[in-house]
């Protein structure tokens, strides 16, 4: 079993930045793929970001440029580094282990997750 939990959310302006932390309890986090996604009200759970064992690392689109993801194994934590923060970011943050070298797109393919954590940007 692994824990997963979110802190770093919050209430920023727009063009802010926010780091959000997953630390992790149970299990050394080295061994899974690790993916952020985030939840609007109304809206599909989207992945924004991802990286895996190996380090190989994804971004969606909508956050590319903006988002820089990043593991301390030691730690047994994954960030999430957010800047230039726009109101349509607006979201539930949630992290998300997959016990899989390869960070799959698709939410139903990971194993844990963690409670989530709002983010508010203000326009």
């Known amino acids: 079993q692994v824990q997963l939990v979110e802190s770093g959310g919050g209430l920023v302006q727009a063009g802010g930045s926010l780091r959000l932390s997953c630390a992790a309890s149970?299990?050394?986090?080295?061994?899974?793929?690790m993916g952020w996604f985030r939840q609007a009200p109304g809206k599909e759970r989207q992945r924004i970001a991802a990286?895996?064992?190996?380090?190989?690392?994804y971004y969606a689109d909508s956050v590319k440029g903006r988002c820089t993801i990043s593991r301390d194994n030691a730690k047994n934590t994954v960030y999430l580094q957010m800047s230039s923060l726009k109101p349509e970011d607006t979201a539930v943050y949630y992290c998300?282990?997959?016990?899989?070298?390869?960070?799959?797109?698709?939410?139903?393919?990971?194993?844990?997750w963690g409670q989530g954590t709002q983010v508010t940007v203000s326009s």
């Open positions: 149970g299990r050394t986090l080295s061994r899974f793929s």
């Open positions: 990286i895996s064992v190996s380090g190989g690392i």
């Open positions: 998300a282990a997959r016990n899989n070298a390869y960070a799959s797109s698709n939410a139903r393919e990971y194993d844990y």
